[in-house]
């Protein structure tokens, strides 16, 4: 292919209809034809990124491999297409506006009035573009955050028109909205539909496809009517009806056709084949499991599922390739104490201890991997709950009842966990994290040996505090190894204690890196001694 093809999704009526799966389920569907294809978010809040929301505001904050904290979209952008993602992949309002006043204050727009038609939506377009005139790509897939109708949305809803019009057939708008199910009067609604479609068309939009999201799925004739009300061919009104696992989605979309819709409306030869084995591999197994294994995921932010989102999708699919159903229970650590720890994790096959910041639950946390550890329970500590590892080792077992994290008591007597020296005068969000992707170099007698078979690898981080090399030996010497090691810096990467079934942390977010088709490794390892010793 010699030109980039564009595709927009939009989304309106209600949000969270699921515009990041429809979008990277037509990803993925293109890219088993063969094409290179990625896919981009633009978010219209003002924030520069994701890395200082609150999780309860906007769920998990996704680190790509170049360290840019991002939507979690774009996890489900990666688990799809099995590529990574970079900080071109997510845009905000913010990062849109700060671009242009930094060109503003250096004088690029000649003294001229900066409005938003042309200057933002021009750095709009420049930004949807970047990944296109890499050459890498057959298709970029945009998602516009939102509703059609949000006064946030409206510059990039005015981008994507002037786009239409300046690439001709190389764009294409797909249009997902809302098709409700009226208990009382036993029907479907698709006034929503034709309301969301007659708002974009009047902001100079003509969707090329309709994607209805539906509880069930509806008969022909409502697409038929939904077709003629909004100027949209009957074939290209596509269904999105509920299904119980999200990675049904794309097999859903090829059955109607989608993608051979798009390369047609494109120009383009549908005639390439379209291979997804190893997907419906995957969903064969999920399918036909019979047995189940039972995970505790211990966290402060339960209440939301959504705020631990990578971690709940790598270990459904850890689980299924290992032929079992999860049954993943949520575990409040602010409830979680040693009155009722056998209750609420005593017939779990394993814990994870999930990531976070902050003082909030952080006893739970101690109590449930204290628990682990004498009841050798398989227990995955990932980046604070590696940190909670080693404080509750230091506690308990080294018997240093002062051992704590400054991050918790910046005053503490034995600094177990700690910043490092060049990190301690910075003072901006995000100034001292380590995010991005480090290398680690790997034991070979090691639990994490095993199940990577590298002694090298290389794993994405988003934290500020480290584990205290200086007392490494007193760890070691009583049984808590440090197994994995930044091999630039000597930062401890992974701890282990060897002498346990599989009790194992990491400072790093292995969740980042588990997609369908290629599961993380150590994800892989816990499940299979869950399964193992108590499946």
Same mark, same amino acid.
């Given at each position: ?23 990277a ?7 088993a ?33 170049d360290?840019?904290?991002?939507d ?32 503003? %204050?250096?004088?690029?727009? =000649? @003294? +001229? &009035? ?5 200057? #933002? !939506?021009?750095e709009?377009? %420049?930004?949807?573009?970047? =990944? @296109? +005139? &890499? ?5 970029? #897939? !945009? ?33 997902l ?10 029907e ?38 939904v ?21 049904k989605v ?58 631990y ?93 002062g ?113 369908v ?6 994800f ?12």
């Amino acid at each position: 292919m010699t030109d980039t093809k564009y595709i927009f999704v939009t989304g309106g009526v209600v949000s969270s209809l699921g515009k990041g799966i429809v979008a990277a389920s037509l990803g993925k569907l293109l890219q088993a034809r063969g094409y290179k294809v990625t896919i981009q978010k633009f978010d219209p809040y003002i924030n520069i990124d994701p890395g200082t929301l609150n999780p309860y505001e906007h769920g998990e904050c996704y680190v790509t491999e170049d360290g840019h904290e991002a939507d979690l979209d774009l996890g489900h952008y990666e688990r799809f297409l099995n590529i990574p993602t970079s900080k071109a992949n997510n845009i905000t309002t913010g990062r849109i506006y700060q671009n242009v006043i930094d060109k503003e %204050r250096k004088g690029d727009f =000649l @003294g +001229k &009035t900066v409005q938003v038609v042309p200057h #933002i !939506t021009d750095e709009i377009k %420049r930004n949807i573009m970047i =990944l @296109g +005139k &890499t050459g890498k790509y057959d298709f970029v #897939i !945009t998602e516009i955050g939102g509703t059609v109708g949000d006064i946030e949305s409206l510059p990039y809803i005015e981008s994507v028109r002037q786009l239409r019009w300046e690439l001709g057939k190389n764009c294409l708008c797909v249009h997902l909205t809302y098709v409700p199910y009226i208990a009382a009067a036993k029907e479907v609604k698709t006034k929503p539909t034709q309301h969301s479609v007659k708002l974009l068309q009047e902001q100079g939009v003509q969707p090329n496809i309709l994607v209805l999201r539906t509880e069930k799925e509806l008969p022909r004739n409502i697409c038929r009517k939904v077709a003629l009300f909004c100027n949209v061919d009957e074939d290209a009104v596509i269904q999105s009806y509920d299904l119980p696992s999200i990675y049904k989605v794309p097999v859903i979309l090829a059955e109607q056709e989608m993608d051979k819709i798009v390369l047609q409306k494109m120009g383009m030869s549908p005639d390439s084949q379209l291979n997804l084995t190893r997907w419906k591999k995957f969903l064969d197994n999920m399918e036909t499991a019979e047995k189940t294994v039972t995970i505790g995921l211990v966290g402060k932010y339960v209440e939301l599922p959504d705020a631990y989102k990578s971690i709940n999708e790598s270990l459904l699919q850890a689980a299924t390739y290992h032929k079992h159903k999860l049954d993943l229970r949520f575990i409040h650590s602010e409830k979680l104490n040693e009155q009722n720890v056998v209750e609420l994790l005593g017939d779990l096959d394993g814990i994870v201890v999930a990531p976070g910041f902050g003082q909030r639950g952080i006893e739970g946390k101690f109590v449930a991997l204290k628990y682990a550890r004498e009841n050798d329970r398989p227990a995955f500590g990932i980046c604070l709950g590696m940190q909670c590892m080693v404080i509750e080792f230091a506690r308990n077992v080294l018997g240093w009842a002062g051992a704590n994290s400054t991050e918790m008591e910046p005053n503490a007597s034995l600094r177990v966990i700690d910043l490092m020296e060049e990190q301690k005068h910075l003072t901006f969000m995000g100034g001292s994290m380590r995010l991005g992707a480090y290398d680690c170099r790997i034991k070979k007698d090691s639990k994490a040996y095993d199940a990577y078979k590298s002694e090298l690898i290389r794993e994405r981080h988003r934290h500020r505090y480290e584990f205290n090399n200086e007392y490494k030996k007193q760890f070691e010497s009583k049984g808590m190894r440090c197994t994995g090691i930044n091999p630039d810096t000597s930062l401890v990467e992974v701890v282990e204690i060897p002498e346990l079934k599989w009790y194992l942390g990491t400072q790093f977010h292995p969740e980042y890196n588990s997609t369908v088709v290629s599961p993380n490794p150590l994800f892989m390892s816990f499940i299979k001694a869950a399964v193992e010793n108590y499946g």
